[in-house]
């Protein structure tokens, strides 16, 4: 069967979603084509912080209710190094600016519900194999959905279908760029049934590897460690797991850390990529399918936000005015913002965690520069401003 929208949307995650009601909002009839089911997609553990600016555009898309009923405001970071802590304040050293902390998972949700109530076509299960006509003025999604056969024509493709989806493939290897780096650590990610031993999140630097206590709510604690690459999430058991974390979060005075049951343990590989440009044709990336970040610094979901906003933007232009420029402009636009996240991203994940190569000399300087942070406020905020972040545009 084929049918025709003026945007056809690849992927049901965070992207896909905000940029399907963005597009909703201003009369933009889109398609969104997503390869999971429902449960799968609202049960994806990813991110947890939302920048000003995201919290800014959910609200303004009608999707942040339940985000100010439930999400939890924080107006700064405490950052650990050499057993000491220090608190980095985000509205003094920004105008105002904080971040939420809102899993990706509840975002999700809200906005699958909105689009199922009152927004465009929504299809789960399907599966997109190919992007043809990119270069054309009608590029097509051929799908397979309810193990049938299925064309989208569009005016428009817009991949939001993560780092290993299947929109890139539309920009020819004589064109596309892709930039990239692997960092020689992962993430062992936990959940767990403990109140948060901690009002704001604790990013530590210590001798054994970083460590992260996040949370999700007042009674469920969201925690990482570095690791090896290749780390079995199996080789360490609950209590290891807490002796690990107690000794990087080590600091002077009474700090306890809460231990309860874990109910998630899952190890992530960090990498940085950007894929340049983010448009070929009449296909446009977005999100992960765009870029990846190291998620020290928070910015995966906040990223892909600010790219749909962007282009959300500039397909409204087009309605409006029937000029392109802001589409013409997409990437470029896009990838400034990108690279500056990538640059932070960097900047944390290398400050923060210990490279099993590095010198004592290296350490000695990552010590050196949280301690700049810690006792200069220009450095403090420039931390700050990046972390709550940048305004978008
Ligand atoms: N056909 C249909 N859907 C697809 C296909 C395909 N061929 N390939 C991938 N998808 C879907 C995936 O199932 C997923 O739901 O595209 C969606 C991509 O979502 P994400 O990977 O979450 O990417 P994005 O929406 O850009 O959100 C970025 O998600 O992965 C995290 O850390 C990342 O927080 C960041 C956020
Ligand atoms: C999370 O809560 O999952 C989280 C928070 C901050 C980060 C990374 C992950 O930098």
Not at 4 to 14: A, E, F, M, R, S
């Amino acid at each position: 069967m084929t049918t025709h929208t003026t945007v056809g949307i690849i992927g049901g995650g965070p992207a896909g979603l905000l940029l399907a009601r963005l597009l909703h909002n201003s009369g933009v009839d889109c398609v969104v084509l997503e390869s999971h089911d429902r449960a799968y997609v609202e049960q994806r553990q990813r991110a947890g912080i939302l920048e000003q600016s995201t919290v800014d555009v959910l609200r303004a898309a009608g999707a942040g209710e339940r985000l100010d009923r439930e999400g939890l405001a924080h107006d700064g970071i405490e950052l650990r190094f050499d057993r000491r802590a220090h608190r980095i304040d985000f509205p003094s050293l920004t105008g105002g600016r904080r971040v939420w902390v809102y899993a990706q998972t509840e975002v999700v949700k809200d906005l699958i519900a909105l689009q199922l109530k009152d927004g465009p076509p929504l299809h789960f299960g399907a599966q997109v194999h190919a992007v043809e006509g990119a270069d054309s003025d009608r590029p097509l999604v051929r799908y397979t959905h309810e193990a049938r056969e299925q064309v989208l024509t569009c005016d428009y493709v817009v991949g939001c279908d993560g780092f290993h989806g299947v929109a890139r493939s539309a920009v020819p290897d004589s064109v596309i760029r892709t930039y990239e780096r692997i960092y020689p650590y992962s993430w062992l990610g936990i959940l767990a049934d403990v109140p948060p031993s901690c009002d704001e999140l604790i990013y530590a630097h210590s001798p054994r590897g970083f460590a992260l206590h996040s949370m999700r709510s007042p009674s469920v604690s969201r925690l990482y460690l570095q690791v090896p690459n290749g780390e079995d999430p199996a080789d360490w058991p609950d209590e290891r797991i807490w002796d690990e974390l107690d000794a990087r979060f080590a600091v002077d005075g009474d700090w306890t850390l809460a231990r309860g049951p874990i109910t998630a343990k899952s190890v992530l590989p960090m990498r940085s990529s950007v894929t340049e440009p983010m448009r070929y044709g009449r296909v446009l990336l977005a999100g992960d399918a765009a870029h990846i970040v190291p998620p020290t610094g928070a910015k995966g979901l906040n990223l892909a936000a600010s790219d749909v906003t962007v282009l959300a933007q500039a397909f409204a232009h087009l309605k409006e005015t029937g000029s392109a420029e802001l589409l013409d402009s997409y990437s470029d636009t896009c990838l400034r913002r990108v690279w500056r996240a990538e640059h932070f991203s960097y900047f944390m994940t290398t400050t923060l965690h210990t490279d099993p190569a590095q010198s004592p000399f290296d350490t000695r300087l990552q010590l050196s520069q949280l301690d700049r942070i810690a006792n200069s406020p220009h450095a403090a905020a420039e931390l700050a401003e990046n972390y709550a972040g940048l305004r978008i545009g």
